[in-house]
């Protein structure tokens, strides 16, 4: 397996933009599908991006298509979430996991994940 540790969290004003990091270290990383999920308070954890092992694919659920754009960078072992034009509903912490499943955007799916990172937007 993977062990991940995000950063890069924090408190922005909405309109505001964090990059959210992911560095791996364990097995090979480039051998994972990469993704990040949020979980506010009271809430399930859910999907928000995902990058396949090469990079060469990417997928958003709706509420941040046109806002938020993952990548990875093999060589330095990290995965990246920039976040731009911040709303108050984006609010939460945010996870990154690794899986071996083409493509998945179901929690169950991925087998390692980090402790998380808060991202708290201001209305």
């Known amino acids: 397996q993977v062990q991940l540790v995000e950063s890069g969290g924090g408190l922005v004003q909405a309109g505001g933009s964090l990059r959210l990091s992911c560095a791996a270290s364990?097995?090979?990383?480039?051998?994972?599908?990469m993704g990040w999920f949020r979980q506010a308070p009271g809430k399930e954890r859910l999907f928000v991006a995902g990058i396949i092992t090469s990079g060469g694919s990417t997928f958003y659920t709706e509420s941040v298509k046109g806002r938020f754009t993952i990548s990875r960078d093999n060589a330095k072992k990290t995965v990246y979430l920039q976040m731009l034009s911040l709303k108050p509903e984006d609010t939460a912490v945010y996870y990154c996991?690794?899986?071996?499943?083409?493509?998945?955007?179901?929690?169950?799916?991925?087998?390692?994940w980090g402790r998380g990172t808060q991202v708290t937007v201001s209305s």
């Open positions: 364990g097995s090979t990383f480039s051998r994972y599908n």
């Open positions: 996991a690794a899986s071996p499943v083409y493509g998945s955007r179901s929690r169950y799916d991925y087998q390692s």
